[in-house]
């Protein structure tokens, strides 16, 4: 088997596929990872696992005033009800875990945070992953808009409407990690803070952000 468990963790053996993490500047590429991304999700749609309903996990300690957003709150309590797509994604799907050469994406590696949950989840972060500013702090919206517009062309298993709720994933996913490094941070754990000062920045920039 090419997964086994080792002192208890797990660890899963591939066949190697030769390139190089993917130059998000190359519109190429981009847009070729958004097609297959689309690809993906048609792929995983076919697993037979039932989609859970999920549950945003309870915030890991009281929202800062620079965090807080009332019409954003509401969104997140609307999702149960939204009917939006579920299903198996990648998790981590980013430059780093796509491997590529100068003009073909050659494998997609590291599924280990592979989890059920909204497809929109994984798409609108990875919008925000290829298509974000350099100073990491805002979308470049024209990128980002043929980023989903090539994602759309492949024909992934949720409707076109689901876009509208890509930014707020976005944002979601944004504060979870920002909270996530305060509370680190409060016990004394080393965190990036530039990184973090970037994606507080972002969150805020991305608040009227359509699409």
Not at 30 to 38: G, H, I, K, P, Y
Request: contains cysteine; proline residues 7%.
């Amino acid at each position: 088997s090419t997964f086994f468990l080792f002192e208890a963790y797990p660890v899963a053996v591939f066949p190697f596929v030769a390139g190089d993490t993917l130059d998000i500047t190359n519109g190429a590429l981009r847009e070729q990872a958004a097609r297959l991304l689309a690809r993906i999700h048609q792929a995983t749609a076919t697993f037979a696992i039932q989609a859970p309903h999920t549950h945003q996990p309870p915030l890991p300690l009281e929202v800062p005033d620079f965090l807080q957003d009332a019409e954003f709150d509401a969104w997140v309590a609307s999702l149960p009800q939204q009917g939006l797509t579920r299903l198996p994604i990648h998790g981590d799907y980013y430059r780093r875990n796509v491997l590529a050469t100068d003009s073909h994406i050659m494998g997609v590696i590291d599924w280990d945070e592979a989890q059920v949950t909204y497809l929109m989840a994984e798409t609108g972060w990875a919008a925000w992953e290829f298509c974000q500013t350099p100073a990491r702090h805002d979308l470049d919206m024209t990128k980002a808009t043929d980023f989903l517009s090539a994602y759309l062309d492949e024909h992934p298993p949720c409707s076109p409407a689901e876009l509208r709720h890509a930014v707020n994933f976005i944002r979601l996913r944004l504060r979870d990690e920002i909270l996530n490094s305060l509370v680190r941070k409060g016990q004394g754990e080393p965190t990036d803070e530039a990184y973090t000062e970037a994606e507080i920045r972002a969150f805020n920039n991305l608040r009227d952000t359509p699409f």
